[in-house]
């Protein structure tokens, strides 16, 4: 198993292997047991699990940003909630917009069930996953250039509505999913 970019957190993390379903039968369902490791000197952190469809082993090995033993618990704030200022090593801007559309569309979904704390929790994961998004603006340009995008997923995202990586059009949609909040969790 090859080691993998630097996970910020555990958050992160998670999202990361929701994104890569089993490659035997496409399956995301399985329990994880994780635990610290070391790539030669490099601290890492590894997830292994067995797919409960097909029985295969699944194996992740993250490496760790400078300094840490394990990834870091969420941050208080959508901006913090995935990780530090650094964009993603993990998932690229494309991938970001999939998340916050997915989480959007099951808060839409929680809210008419009249689950206002998982409609919460998820509009507030929207709100995390625009502002990973918004890590990869360089300072100053208008939006996320191409060369951000390095996943097939990612890139087909771009390529079909580019002009969702405005600047502009991120902050739009950030202020409108955190005016459709049914309350604030913290
Ligand atoms: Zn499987």
Redesign the pocket.
């Known amino acids: 198993m090859s080691l993998l970019p630097a996970v910020r957190s555990r958050d992160e993390a998670d999202l990361y292997l929701e994104l890569h379903p089993?490659l035997?039968?496409g399956?995301m369902e399985g329990a994880w047991g994780e635990a610290p490791t070391a790539q030669g000197a490099r601290p890492a952190y590894r997830y292994t699990g067995r797919?409960a469809?097909?029985g295969?082993t699944r194996e992740f090995v993250f490496a760790l940003p400078d300094g840490r033993v394990a990834p870091a618990a969420a941050g208080p704030h959508p901006t913090t909630r995935f990780g530090g200022p650094e964009p993603s090593a993990l998932l690229d801007p494309g991938e970001w917009l999939l998340v916050a559309d997915w989480c959007a569309e099951a808060s839409d979904v929680a809210e008419r069930q009249g689950d206002d704390a998982e409609a919460a929790e998820l509009r507030w994961t929207a709100v995390a996953a625009v502002e990973e998004i918004c890590k990869f603006l360089p300072e100053a340009a208008d939006a996320v250039p191409e060369s951000a995008f390095w996943s097939a997923r990612g890139r087909g995202v771009y390529q079909r509505e580019p002009g969702r990586f405005r600047r502009r059009r991120l902050v739009v949609v950030r202020d409108h999913h955190l005016n459709h909040m049914p309350w604030s969790p913290s």
Do not use: K
Request: hydrophobic share 0%; aromatic share 0%.
């Open positions: 089993c035997r039968c399956s797919c469809d097909c295969e």
